[in-house]
């Protein structure tokens, strides 16, 4: 019919439009056995199904209340396990993206994440009352919720293995080269200074470009805060000692 309009009275179209706009009108979801609930084409096809297949089962009574039952608990589980899908791809792909992060970083992705899963939660099962609904809506918050829990405590040992090899690359780059001084043949030249802002360069730096949860980065920082404390002292006093050892050969050399 599309290739042949010029062939088919004008008039034809308009009343035919109008013909559909007024069958829209009337075509709406059909109430079903349950207050609040809505025979799509969808569960008519899947209850009539259900009713035959139990004409068909020997000794067994067909229940329309039973099947409809039976069709809404099928379909709201079949949109729990496809929002639950949806959650974990778009989360996956956030933590492989962004860990380590902070966590409100998680969280804010996790609500973001759910928004959208409960909106096309909702919108397949809104033919259905909130009895059929809820029990099936809890279990994807709790689901989703115990998923959210386990990112977290992924993203702390990621932030704590990130930190970590921070921390190494950082002694390594800023402190080991200070030290090889100290240890050297001109190790009483260096000045107390150099020891400290190497020391002071590391902290800086690890607040600088440290990532991931706010509180696992506290904590590695105040156990490498602790640790390099006590190395600074005892560097301190070897190059006090490698000072004062100058000083009295050079008190020697005077008194000869």
């Not at 977290?152 to 090889?180: G, H, M, W, Y």
Request: net charge negative.
């Amino acid at each position: 019919l599309d290739g042949r309009k010029s062939e088919v009275n004008p008039e034809f179209h308009k009343q035919f439009e109008l013909f559909r706009a007024f069958i829209h009108t009337k075509l709406s979801p059909k109430k079903a056995i349950k207050k609040g609930e809505f025979v799509t084409g969808e569960g008519l096809a899947a209850l009539v199904q259900l009713y035959v297949d139990a004409l068909n089962t020997p000794d067994a009574v067909p229940n329309v209340e039973e099947s409809w039952d039976k069709f809404a608990n099928t379909k709201c589980g079949a949109v729990l396990e496809d929002a639950l899908r949806t959650y974990q791809q778009e989360m996956t792909s956030f933590v492989e993206n962004m860990m380590p992060c902070e966590a409100d970083e998680l969280r804010s992705a996790h609500e973001e994440t759910m928004e959208k899963c409960l909106e096309t939660f909702k919108k397949e099962t809104r033919f259905f009352s909130i009895d059929s609904v809820a029990p099936h809506l809890q279990e994807l918050t709790g689901k989703t919720d115990i998923l959210l829990l386990k990112w977290l405590q992924t993203n702390k040992q990621r932030t704590e293995e990130s930190c970590k090899a921070l921390i190494k690359e950082l002694e390594k780059t800023i402190l080991d080269p200070v030290l090889s001084r100290l240890v050297g043949p001109d190790g009483s030249q260096m000045d107390f200074n150099e020891l400290v802002e190497a020391y002071k360069l590391i902290e800086q730096r690890y607040k600088d470009e440290g990532r991931g949860d706010l509180e696992t980065k506290a904590l590695a920082f105040v156990d490498m805060n602790s640790r390099l404390n006590d190395e600074m002292t005892r560097n301190w006093d070897i190059l006090k000692k490698l000072k004062n050892y100058d000083a009295l050969l050079a008190k020697e050399k005077t008194q000869k």
